[in-house]
Every structure is written in C-alpha cells, then in structure tokens.
C-alpha cells in the first residue's frame, strides 16, 4: 500500500509530456524491455544470483563444466548472455548456437573459428625483421574431428569458455555422444577450458541421456521459472532507468499474468509503459496493464493463436475453453505438472460451479492427443496422470486471453499461481 501511495504522489507531482518528450521515451522504452531477445546486459537480468554464481564458480574450478537446463522461456540463453561479457577479459569466450542440421565437426569449425591465434615469421632475405600473421584456430581441424583432437588444441591455449546453446537441438546422436567424450576428455586431463551446455529439458539425463559417464564432470544450473520478486525486479529497474513509475496494483498484475516466464514481463511492462506515455504521463496503472494484456493477445505469434483455437474449437456448446484456462491457473510442481485434482478449485472459480474429476478429463485427454494439438503433455499411469503444457510460454496466453474474453471476471483470481511455486 505504501508503494501504491508513494507511486500515486509522484504521478500527481508530474508535468504532462509534451509530443517530442512522448516520442523520445517511447523508443527509450522499446530499447529497455526485450521481450523477442534474450536479455544482454546486466541491469535487466534480474534475480538469478544463485545460478550466475554456479555456473562463474564452475568456470574456475579445473574440470568442471557446466549444464544450465529448464524449460522452454525461462532466461537460459539470457544467463550465457549475461556471463559471456563479464568472462572475456579473462578468458577466450566462444558461443555458438546448435541446431538440428550440427554436426561433431560443423560445431567445433564454427567454435574455432571465432578463437584467433598471432604468430611471427622472419621476412624473407638478409634482415631481421618479422611479420604477424593472424589465423583462425579452425585451421588445424581436418575433416574428420575427434574428441581428442578438441582436447589437443585447448590444451595449448590459455583459460576458455565455450558456450553451447540450444543443445536439445541437435538430432544426430552420434554428435551427442562425442560431445560427452570431449568434455570427459577436457576433465580428465585437466584442460583449463570451460564447455557450458544450454538447453530445454526437465533433468540433465534428457540431454545427455545414455552419456552419464560425464555427468559427474558437470555442474547442474536449473533454471526454474521467475520468483515474484524476479519479475518485479524487472519491472522496477527498467522504469527506473526510464525515470518512470507503477502503481503497485499494476505492477502485481504483470507478474501474475507472466506466470513466472519473463518473455510475458518484458511484454507487458513495454506495452503498459507505452500506453501511459502516450497518455502524456510518466506513471503507469493497472488500465495500462490491462489495455496491454489485450494488445498482447491480438498481437500473440501466430503459431501461439493456432494452437490455442485447435485446443478449445468444436462444432457445438463445450467447456474445452474453460477446462484449458483451468488447466493454466492450476497449481503445479518444479517442472509444471498438474494433476486432475489440481483443476477443479479453478474451475470452480471460472464456472462459479463445482464440478467432479470426470466432468472434464475426457477434455484432459483429449488435450493430450494430436487431434487437440496436442496442447498438453501426460505422465504417469491412470488415476495417477499428471499434465503440463507442452508450450510453456502458452499458459500466460491463455490466461490473459480468459481476462480478455470474459471467462475471468476478476483480475485477483489470477494471483498467487507463482507465488504457490515457490512454496511447492
């Protein structure tokens, strides 16, 4: 209340903007909230003190390396952004990202490639004088690359980190695994180069799966989904920089509907600020917020709207709308599982009526089938199933779009879903 109170005295002291002002911020803000790019500077990588302190301790420790996991949205690749700058004062950095088409030797190619090497040779004829040259250290790979030929070349240069994102990505096994060999090989021996491996996954077994022979060589970073606290930190320092406020209301509302996934945070704090400069003020309100809710499910990725009206579509009268709403306020665990148990309280509260487990899991099934996306995934055994979205970054859609067409009537019904997450 006292942060709302003081937010209120400093918008009413405020002197409207004028249009070059309006205009001038309105870009100023654009640049501050990212919500289509991974984070790359310091300021506006809230929280995550615990995992930027892991993977930094890693770095320096002989031997280890490290592994940051987590699902899909949730700040993986803006970590490596963050930690990649503040490393290459000391150490060579490479980045490189993977992809279905990587191979062993097209992946380290594109890493040597960035890492450069001078060496001196003698001018030709009677004089003492020496040119540089300057070549790429991809030079002394051949076609074929082996572990050991890796091991080879780092072991001769200084301290390096070698960062490797979206390694679920990669598709051929036999990559995989000499992958696995090469940082067994680097730890080994000893090697003082650092390899950081990213990617969406539940645990390090679903990415180095039949490979845990490594696992004791590598430092595990889980990425859990934001803490409240995280997601107003967002908020808080970008409008700082922006010399701009929110009322506290406004504020908790774009945490509840970001669910924890900062994409959705940067999202709404941009189009919430935005709207208030455009209505002359430096101050932005819980209208802001919601006028940006609206914004941001008409203007969603298509591929999100497809998804969310092949789920909740058919021919006559149904609930698969409300049960998919239920589906995203329900409490969950660590890795965003639900159980059927877990729906009911919400749709309750959507419905305003108290329906029984078998009312809707046919609509749980049915979610889970290619027919209905499949919007949701399913683990477990029968009476025992538990859900989650295979989407992560659909669950705030479909919630923001519940506010937007009615089926939430009160904006307080939303709150608490990530704040109960950290208590799980």
């Known amino acids: 209340m006292a942060y709302c109170l003081q937010s209120r005295y400093i918008a009413a002291m405020q002197p409207p903007l004028s249009d070059e002002q309006a205009q001038a911020k309105i870009v100023d803000i654009a640049q501050t909230f990212s919500p289509n790019a991974p984070v790359s500077t310091r300021d506006l990588f809230a929280g995550r003190i615990d995992q930027l302190l892991k993977v930094i301790n890693a770095v320096y420790q002989r031997g280890q390396h490290v592994i940051i996991y987590g699902e899909r949205g949730v700040g993986k690749t803006s970590l490596a952004n963050i930690i990649s700058p503040a490393l290459r004062s000391k150490a060579i950095v490479a980045r490189q990202n993977c992809n279905q088409l990587t191979t062993f030797p097209s992946l380290w190619h594109n890493v040597l490639r960035q890492i ?43 301290k390096a980190v070698l960062v490797f994102d979206e390694l679920d990505r990669i598709a051929d096994e036999d990559t995989k695994t000499l992958m696995a060999d090469t940082i ?40 859990p989904r934001m803490s409240v606290a995280e997601l107003y930190e967002i908020v808080d320092r970008g409008l700082s920089g922006l010399d701009m406020s929110i009322d506290a209301s406004a504020r908790t509302l774009i945490a509840d509907l970001s669910q924890g996934l900062p994409h ?63 589906c995203a306020l329900a409490p969950t665990d660590t890795l965003g599982y639900f159980s059927a148990a877990d729906v009911r309280n919400p749709m309750r509260v959507i419905t305003g009526k108290d329906y029984n487990i078998p009312a809707f899991a046919q609509h749980l099934k049915e979610f889970c089938e290619m027919e209905r996306g499949p919007i949701l995934e399913r683990t477990g055994y029968p009476r025992r199933y538990r859900f989650r979205f295979v989407n992560p970054l659909m669950e705030p859609y479909v919630i923001m779009n519940g506010v937007a067409t009615g089926l939430i009537k009160d904006t307080n019904a939303i709150g608490g879903r990530v704040a109960q997450k950290e208590l799980y």
């Open 116 to 158: 450069t090497q001078c060496s001196e040779h003698p001018e030709i004829g009677f004089t003492s004088d020496t040119r540089k040259m300057v070549h790429t250290m991809d030079s002394k790979l051949g076609e074929r690359v082996t572990p050991e030929d890796i091991r080879h070349i780092f072991s001769a240069l200084p």
């Open 184 to 223: 067994k090989s680097l730890s080994d021996h000893s090697v003082d180069t650092t390899v950081v491996l990213v990617g969406v996954a539940d645990s390090v077994d679903n990415l180095i799966a039949a490979h845990q022979s490594v696992e004791r060589a590598l430092v595990q970073v889980h990425m």
């Open 264 to 326: 959705y945070t940067h999202l709404l704090a941009l189009h919430s600020s935005q709207r208030a400069v455009l209505q002359g003020k430096l101050h932005v309100t819980h209208d802001d917020v919601i006028a940006a809710m609206e914004r941001a499910v008409t203007d969603a990725q298509q591929s999100i709207i497809s998804s969310y009206h092949q789920a909740t579509n058919s021919p006559r009268a149904n609930l698969f709308p409300q049960v998919l709403l239920a």
